[in-house]
Every structure is written in C-alpha cells, then in structure tokens.
Nanobody
Framework: QVQLVESGGGLVQAGGSLKLSCAASGRNLGTTAMGWFRQAPGKAREFVAAINRAGTSITTSDSVKGRFRISRAHTNNTLYLQMNSLKPEDTAVYSC?????????????????WGQGTQVTVSS
C-alpha cells in the first residue's frame, strides 16, 4: 500500500517562505511522475506544479511561477515544494499526488494516489 505524507505547512507572513515535503512509503517514487495541488475553502482543487519521473522536467501554474519550485530526491523518496514570496491568496491545503504516467500532468484526474494534505496559511 503506497502512502504519501505531506509536512512543512504552517502559518507564515506575506513575503515569507515555506518548504513542503511529501514522503512516500511502500513505493519508490522514482517510478512515477508527481505533482502538487492546493485547495482553498470553497474553491476547486488547483494545480500548482508537476515534475516528471526522472526529475528533469517541471511545470508550474502561472499563479506561482517564479515563486514556487518543485523538486524531488530519489535518494530519500521525497518530493518537495519550495514556496517563496508567499501571498495571502496562497492560503490553502496543499497535497502531493502520484501519477502512473511518466510525463507532466496538470489535471487531478491524471493522479491516482494522494496525500492527506498540509495546511498553509499566509497572513497579510
């Protein structure tokens, strides 16, 4: 049974930084592409960033481009999301997800394994 567990969320002031981690157990993350999504109260789940299986290609949403960066460490089976210059509108529950495919995917329906999420709150 594959499990994804996020950590690193919290409360931060606008302009601050946080680094989220997504640790996998029961499976080598190096066999799949991964992504980060977020969901604010009353809103639909939103794509944030994705990375291919090899970790050589990434894509990010326009709303976070230049501020967030996705990366992965095959050595410790962990996915990361470095978030800089945070804004109040970045407040949401952030979840990592794994897809059975190898490339870059933005649709939640392309992902079949999800973590429980970690809360990020940015105060103004």
């Amino acid at each position: 049974q594959v499990q994804l567990v996020e950590s690193g969320g919290g409360l931060v002031q606008a302009g601050g930084s946080l680094k989220l981690s997504c640790a996998a157990s029961g499976r080598n993350l190096g066999t799949t592409a991964m992504g980060w999504f977020r969901q604010a109260p009353g809103k639909a789940r939103e794509f944030v960033a994705a990375i291919n299986r090899a970790g050589t290609s990434i894509t990010t949403s326009d709303s976070v481009k230049g501020r967030f960066r996705i990366s992965r460490a095959h050595t410790n089976n962990t996915l990361y999301l470095q978030m800089n210059s945070l804004k109040p509108e970045d407040t949401a529950v952030y979840s990592c997800a794994a897809t059975p495919y190898l490339g870059l995917y933005r649709a939640p329906s392309d992902y079949n394994i999800w973590g429980q999420g970690t809360q990020v709150t940015v105060s103004s």
